[in-house]
């Protein structure tokens, strides 16, 4: 989400303001879990770890894979011993109802 909010310009300051709103339960609308869920959870993480986000994001003109990574196994390491790019099959939902 924060990828397609600041989009090419990956300066600071237009880091700063989407990581802002980063956690709005607006952005969870379409969801793997119950918005309010990912918005405790996306609090959380950023609370921990918004420095080593921002850190990733900055002029960086990687993609969102190649940012997952540096964020979630090198920077944070919250994802030591998970396979970020096998993707648990879910059910996704919108607005209470499956999206398939």
Same mark, same amino acid.
């Given at each position: &989400?924060?990828?397609?909010?600041?989009?090419?310009?990956r300066?600071?300051?237009? $880091?700063?303001?989407? #990581?802002?709103? $980063? *956690?709005?339960?607006?952005?969870f =609308? %379409? @969801?793997?879990?119950?918005?309010? !869920?990912m918005?405790?959870? *996306?609090? &959380?993480?950023?609370?921990d770890? /918004?420095?080593a %986000?921002e850190?990733? #994001?900055?002029?960086?003109?990687k993609?969102?894979? &190649? #940012? %997952?990574?540096?964020i *979630?196994?090198?920077? !944070?390491?919250? *994802?030591?011993?998970?396979d !970020?790019?096998? =993707?648990? /099959?879910?059910n996704? @939902?919108?607005d209470?109802?499956?999206v398939?």
């Amino acid at each position: &989400e924060i990828v397609n909010k600041v989009k090419s310009k990956r300066t600071e300051s237009s $880091i700063a303001e989407a #990581l802002d709103e $980063i *956690c709005d339960m607006k952005n969870f =609308r %379409v @969801y793997d879990y119950p918005p309010p !869920t990912m918005k405790k959870s *996306c609090d &959380e993480f950023m609370s921990d770890h /918004e420095d080593a %986000v921002e850190q990733a #994001l900055v002029g960086s003109k990687k993609g969102v894979d &190649e #940012l %997952v990574e540096d964020i *979630c196994q090198k920077g !944070t390491k919250v *994802c030591k011993g998970v396979d !970020t790019n096998k =993707r648990a /099959e879910t059910n996704v @939902y919108m607005d209470g109802a499956p999206v398939n």
